[in-house]
């Protein structure tokens, strides 16, 4: 079995790594990449699809402050998946109060029909 593995190696006077990864997850990448994709089961994506990528370089500053972007939207999702899950829990206990709120005795379901 054949492994397609890139080494990417960025100017780091051209180029922050971290924009170059921002760049390289970004929608456009993506389908760029979805388009050159070979194979079915075993899909590959070949050299030549990272090398003809177009990466937009504007100037260091413009790119920390995509890079700054890019970390906040990923504290973001994170903190909103932690609320997400600590929202179910409470949820699921409320539920649980108000359900058992006011009630002295357990009948089966099969009992009120």
């Known amino acids: 079995m054949a492994l397609d593995l890139y080494l990417i190696r960025p100017n780091r006077d051209r180029i922050i790594p971290e924009y170059l990864m921002a760049v ?30 177009p990466v937009p370089l504007p100037p260091l500053e413009r790119q920390r402050t995509v890079v700054d972007l ?22 699921a ?3 649980r109060r108000a359900i058992a709120a006011g009630t002295s005795t357990r009948e089966p379901i099969g009992s009120h029909a």
């Open 93 to 95: 206990e409320l539920m």
């Open 70 to 91: 890019r970390r906040a939207l990923v504290r973001e999702a994170r903190l909103l998946s932690e609320l997400q899950a600590k929202h179910a829990v409470t949820s």
């Open 24 to 53: 390289l997850e970004s929608a456009a990448a993506q389908a760029a990449f979805d388009a050159a994709r070979q194979g079915s089961s075993l899909p590959r994506l070949p050299k030549a699809a990272l090398e003809n990528l």
